[in-house]
């Protein structure tokens, strides 16, 4: 069965601060996607990679960054964290014509 | 535009009655992917079923079938003989080969009533 570890269950981190949301599979996957979640919006990307060090944005990646140094990890990095991503954060990976497999979700609060 | 529409953010259902869970979606790709998952009130994700643009027949899988229309470009869900468990959020999703990109709805609150 595919396992999609993220760190952390919970997290709460001050303005300004800069976070790490960590991700790891161990199904050889070789897409990963960040999602976030958020009531009344449904999942929105963030970045998603298709390849080690490779990346693209999605439809939110303005105060994001991330990293894909080794194909079963990709790390999501809020620059400076601002209260408005106070959010549910999603990782996933899949192969090229398999569904998503999910982590359990990282809730993240802002203070 | 919105790649993936569900028009119903909540649903109430009988136990052991059916329900659709509607879906529309938005592609000019000639080969695509939709998608439906669950979300309980755990927060994870759990992929339910999968239906190719290709596919002459509609998905099933056990209780839940997908309702597939190319030409409206809907994908339902049905769930038949509802149960409590069933309650959740359920989204709708769509790939396209071109761009590798998963594109998800706003979600529907379905709630399963004793």
């Known amino acids: 069965d595919v396992k999609v570890t993220q760190s952390s269950r919970y997290l709460v981190k001050r303005t300004g601060e800069k976070v790490f949301l960590e991700c790891v599979q161990d199904?050889?996957?070789?897409?990963m996607f960040w999602y976030r979640q958020d009531p009344g919006l449904g999942l929105r990307l963030i970045y998603f990679?298709?390849?080690?060090?490779?990346?693209e944005k999605g439809d939110i990646p303005e105060g994001y960054s991330v990293s894909r140094e080794k194909k079963e990890r990709f790390s999501l990095i809020l620059e400076s964290a601002s209260t408005n991503q106070t959010s549910m954060y999603l990782c996933?990976?899949?192969?090229?014509?398999?569904?998503?497999?999910f982590g359990n979700g990282t809730r993240l609060t802002v203070t | 535009a919105q790649k993936i529409t569900q028009t119903q953010p909540g649903m109430f259902v009988q136990e052991k009655e059916a329900v659709t869970l509607d879906c529309t979606y938005d592609?000019?790709?000639?080969?695509?992917?939709l998608f439906w998952y669950k979300q309980p009130s755990s927060g994870e994700m759990i992929f339910l079923i999968y239906?190719?643009?290709?596919?002459?027949q509609n998905a099933t899988e056990g209780r839940y079938s997908l309702n597939f229309q190319k030409a409206r470009k809907s994908a339902n869900l049905v769930i038949s003989a509802s149960q409590l468990g069933d309650s959740a959020m359920y989204f709708c999703?769509?790939?396209?080969?071109?761009?590798?990109?998963?594109?998800f709805g706003t979600g529907t609150s379905l709630t399963v009533i004793p």
């Open positions: 592609t000019s790709d000639p080969s695509y992917g």
């Open positions: 996933a990976s899949s192969l090229e014509d398999s569904p998503l497999h």
């Open positions: 199904m050889d996957h070789e897409n």
């Open positions: 990679s298709y390849d080690v060090k490779m990346k």
């Open positions: 999703a769509m790939r396209e080969v071109t761009g590798n990109q998963f594109y």
């Open positions: 239906q190719g643009s290709y596919d002459q």
